[in-house]
């Protein structure tokens, strides 16, 4: 396995950052045709028709499923090209203006993206930026690709936070005692259904995002909302929004779920017009 994962790797570095991603979304392609009765397509395809009932027909269905395939399999190429993209000039952006207020004003940022095209390019980006990045990391399953995700991430100069108690200790030391800057994902997989955006069911009130809101809130740091788009190929163009402002005073747990349900209405926006390219789509249920 280990052989194999840098058999791969390697080559795909040598490559034309095009090329790889090109190669990654046609292998992606393949898999998908291969494993499209299987059931996280399926449901992918019944959620896609569920949350955007004008585009049910088979043929927009088909297209976005052919998408979503493209998509992943690109998402895994471009993990071993993360850290060339930005000296390529293959990384614009919008909204740096709000990181650029934050710092100036020597306030601590969190940054909060979702799983959206390649969505470690946010990470890239910050760096790119010139901005000290710690962010939060679960090891992969598979050691080696493990490896080489993290060899990449610190390429680029990112520092890696463990997820747990540990890890949000490290995070409120990043942001209280050196006014940093934090980068976390808050549309996580739970029991491996993607539970993050609601789309409708029950808001949570534990996991990333509300772990999110309360280490904004103990901190005082501002969260920046973040995503990323594919322009073409391994071009991306990365969005930075304006600060998020929480509800404060009164009742703590009234205002924690009224802080919960705008970030989720927050997060829909940004993710539903783009369901397609969202890594947590075959993951989604409503069961």
């Known amino acids: 396995m280990g052989l194999a994962t840098y058999a791969v790797h390697y080559p795909l570095r040598l490559l034309p950052l095009d090329a790889c991603s090109a190669i990654g979304g046609g292998l992606g392609l393949l898999v998908g045709w291969f494993r499209r009765s299987h059931v996280p397509q399926l449901r992918a395809r019944a959620s896609f028709a569920r949350l955007h009932p004008r585009r049910a027909g088979k043929r927009d269905l088909d297209a976005a499923m052919k998408r979503m395939c493209a998509n992943i399999g690109r998402v895994y190429a471009e993990y071993n090209i993360l850290d060339l993209l930005w000296s390529a000039g293959r990384i614009t952006v919008t909204g740096q203006e709000h990181l650029a207020a934050c710092r100036d004003g020597n306030r601590p940022i969190i940054v909060f993206g979702v799983h959206l095209t390649s969505w470690e390019v946010i990470g890239a980006t910050l760096l790119g930026l010139g901005y000290d990045v710690y962010t ?80 904004a809130n103990l901190t005082g740091a501002q969260a920046i909302p973040a995503y990323v788009e594919r322009q073409r190929g391994a071009r991306f163009h990365t969005t930075f929004g304006a600060p998020v402002r929480f509800l404060q005073g009164g009742d703590e747990s009234t205002a924690h779920l009224a802080n919960l349900r705008n970030l989720d209405a927050l997060i829909s926006s940004i993710i539903l017009p783009r369901l397609e390219d969202w890594w947590m789509l075959p993951g989604l249920r409503f069961d």
């Open 136 to 215: 939060l990391y679960r090891p992969a399953g598979n050691r080696f690709q493990d490896r080489i995700v993290v060899a990449v991430r610190m390429r680029g100069g990112a520092k890696l936070i463990p997820p747990g108690p540990r890890g949000a200790r490290q995070a409120y030391r990043v942001l209280v005692d050196r006014c940093g800057l934090f980068l976390t994902w808050v549309d996580e997989r739970t029991d491996g259904n993607a539970r993050v955006p609601a789309f409708g069911r029950q808001i949570r009130r534990d996991g990333n995002l509300a772990a999110m809101i309360r280490l």
